[in-house]
């Protein structure tokens, strides 16, 4: 099991830099022709059908969910590396894309303003909580994977609570939502400016 | 994370626009990736070699590409006009080991996409990915200028994830290479193409012609 793991790490790592980059000018070419109402259905539905393509999960307590979620065995871990800062708290060291997004910086220039309309347009029509087009199919995918998992019987719930871009863009929850998130993460407001200094993503799953 | 979604929307986008939709897709996005990367000029040969094994052209973001520099290319008055060039791993070899661990099979319409591309383009696709990047090589070719002359890119063989293989034996006479030279070459590499001078009047053109 551990070889396996280190398997799909390794490949993790090796990511070829044609694929990522030719996969967001497959999503320009997408805003292009659909705008951003068109290109934020489209993320959606990528992170939806991706999290539905893998199998259910069923664990009998939250210390084995948890447990599994840092050891990257649960779905919701598969792309992201996980630690949990309280029983709720999950703190992703390393942003999924921030590799995507070197490359393409690298070698063609400036990442296309598109990536930012759109997740304006997300933040004003489905929830507010992303940078970038990135942080809408990374957090859309966390909730698609929560819906597979079950914790003692009850339905995972999944909640944003800030994430940092790797272009360094900060989006934290709106100050009306962050008492009550707080609340549920078991973090003051000092433990999540804390964990963002070093850190691209906290979010809750209950 | 991005690499791996795509492929699961592969067999989707190819029920809604249809393989050759997909093929149209996968097309535009290598041009504009080419495009993309801007034009480049090299003096000669040696420093464009160079240039491709120290990883500063737009060919390098496929990986480690060799110039087979002991393959050179010669026109019909025995001037160099091309080398043949070899990638080490197929670009999309770690997104399908990706797609094993996470998701499972890879979607059957990723076969089909490269069938109708085999059929309606050209005979040298293994997966629905080799349209992007064969696209964007020849694309890349067209920007870059060796001693000013403009390049063209050919694709000569290619080898999958599961260790199928493609040699376009058109065109390997076309460049007077013997396919079962570029076969061996393929236990090594999983991609080889020659990057040309546009319009060198090639041995193998001339045979045809007479």
């Known amino acids: 099991m551990i070889e396996e793991r280190e398997i799909h790490k390794e490949y993790e790592i090796k990511e070829n830099p044609l694929v990522d980059v030719a996969a967001y000018l497959f999503l320009e070419d997408i805003a292009d022709k659909q705008g951003a109402a068109g290109m934020n259905n489209y993320l959606i539905s990528l992170a939806t059908s991706l999290a539905k393509s893998m199998p259910e999960e069923e664990y009998k307590t939250w210390e084995d969910f948890v447990e599994s979620l840092e050891k990257g065995e649960s779905i919701i871990s598969t792309f992201e590396s996980v630690r949990a800062k309280t029983n709720h708290c999950m703190v992703t060291h390393k942003c999924p894309f921030e590799r995507g997004w070197k490359e393409y910086t690298k070698r063609i220039g400036d990442f296309a303003r598109v990536h930012k309309e759109v997740a304006d347009y997300y933040n004003s029509t489905v929830k507010p909580g992303v940078n970038d087009t990135q942080c809408i199919i990374c957090q859309t995918f966390r909730a698609a994977a929560a819906e597979r998992i079950t914790v003692a019987k009850k339905r995972l719930k999944y909640a944003q609570l800030a994430a940092v871009a790797p272009d360094g863009s900060k989006k934290i929850a709106p100050d009306e939502w962050k008492p009550i998130l707080l609340e549920k993460a078991g973090v003051t407001n000092t433990d999540l400016n804390m964990v963002l200094r070093n850190n691209a993503c906290i979010w809750i799953l209950y | ?47 464009f070699n160079v240039a491709l094994r120290e990883g500063r052209t737009a060919y390098s973001i496929e990986g480690d590409v060799t110039p087979l520099t002991d393959l050179a290319v010669t026109d019909v008055d025995g001037d160099v006009v091309g080398y043949i060039y070899a990638l080490k791993t197929c670009v999309f070899e770690p997104t399908m080991q990706r797609v094993r661990y996470s998701v499972g099979d890879v979607p059957q319409a990723d076969a089909a996409v490269a069938e109708e591309y085999n059929n309606s383009v050209k005979d040298t696709a293994i997966c629905n990915f080799c349209v992007i990047h064969q696209k964007f090589r020849e694309e890349v070719a067209k920007n870059i200028t060796v001693a000013d002359q403009p390049l063209e890119c050919v694709q000569l063989a290619d080898r999958g994830f599961k260790g199928e293989t493609k040699i376009a034996r058109d065109s390997l006479k076309r460049i007077g290479i013997n396919p079962e030279y570029v076969r061996s070459l393929l236990r090594n590499y999983a991609c080889v193409f020659a990057i040309l001078m546009k319009g060198a009047r090639l041995k193998g053109e001339e045979e045809v012609e007479e």
Do not use: H
């Open chain 2, 1 to 47: 994370m991005l690499d791996v979604a795509l492929v699961s929307l592969i067999q989707d986008m190819s029920e809604k626009a249809g393989v050759e939709g997909t093929i149209q897709y996968w097309e535009r996005v290598g041009e504009s990736l080419a495009m993309r990367m801007g034009k480049e000029a090299y003096m000669g040969w040696p420093s």
